[in-house]
């Protein structure tokens, strides 16, 4: 199976995980920033998304994906995961293999500590979810062991959040401290739950200002 993606930059590198139903392209204004200050960022499409080959239907697979792509990346390399991408990397991180190759997690308004319900009303209300409904549920059947592994890492993490149309309740931010409690915790004023699209540059901006002590 084929996953496409693309690099730009030079430097310390940040892979870039979109959320279920983006592409890659999606990160291009939040790369430019990292960009024009010394980092290098690749991202992918991740399968049966964009230009890549495969289907979405489990985590698993999501997370094989993210492990193969952080053994071809250079070691202290810092994940970003939005959604389903951030998901996906607490699964991968699972490996210790892939562990030791990452310095850090920035997780996109994505926790593990989901409550089912709440996130089907919630994906309800932005529109259908079609191709991605297997996904979802098993996704939602992994929460058990993705608070379990969230809670047994070691690695840094930040957490950026949406203040308008986050899927995120206070209660959820608290889980992730008591799960992790090495975690920052930055609100991005004026997006929601996709903010590389509400808020690229802020975003950008809250990773730089947070990751630059990780490695």
Not at 47 to 61: N, V, W
Not at 74 to 99: F, K, M, N, T
Not at 107 to 129: H, N, Q, T
Request: net charge negative; hydrophobic share 45%.
């Amino acid at each position: 199976m084929i996953l496409r993606g693309e690099e730009v930059g030079a430097g310390l590198t940040f892979l870039l995980l979109h959320a279920g139903g983006e592409r890659r392209q999606v990160w291009g204004p939040v790369s430019e920033v990292l960009v024009d200050v010394g980092y290098r960022c690749v991202a992918f499409d991740q399968r049966g998304h964009g230009d890549s080959a495969g289907s979405a239907r489990t985590l698993s697979a999501c997370a094989d994906d993210v492990a193969a792509m952080v053994h071809t990346e250079p070691p202290a390399s810092v994940v970003v995961g939005a959604s389903l991408g951030g998901l996906a990397a607490i699964a991968a991180l699972a490996d210790p293999a892939v562990r030791a190759r990452v310095a850090g997690l920035v997780l996109v308004d994505v926790v593990p500590c989901l409550e089912p319900s709440r996130v089907r009303r919630f994906l309800a209300s932005v529109g259908p979810l079609g191709a991605h409904t297997e996904l979802v549920e098993d996704v939602l059947a992994q929460v058990p062991r993705l608070r379990q592994v969230t809670a047994e890492l070691d690695l840094p993490f930040l957490l950026v959040h949406g203040d308008n149309g986050s899927s995120l309740t206070d209660e959820d931010i608290d889980q992730l401290l008591h799960l992790a409690p090495h975690t920052t915790v930055r609100p991005i004023r004026g997006a929601g739950h996709l903010i590389a699209r509400d808020q690229p540059v802020v975003l950008a901006q809250a990773v730089i200002a947070t990751t630059a002590a990780w490695r």
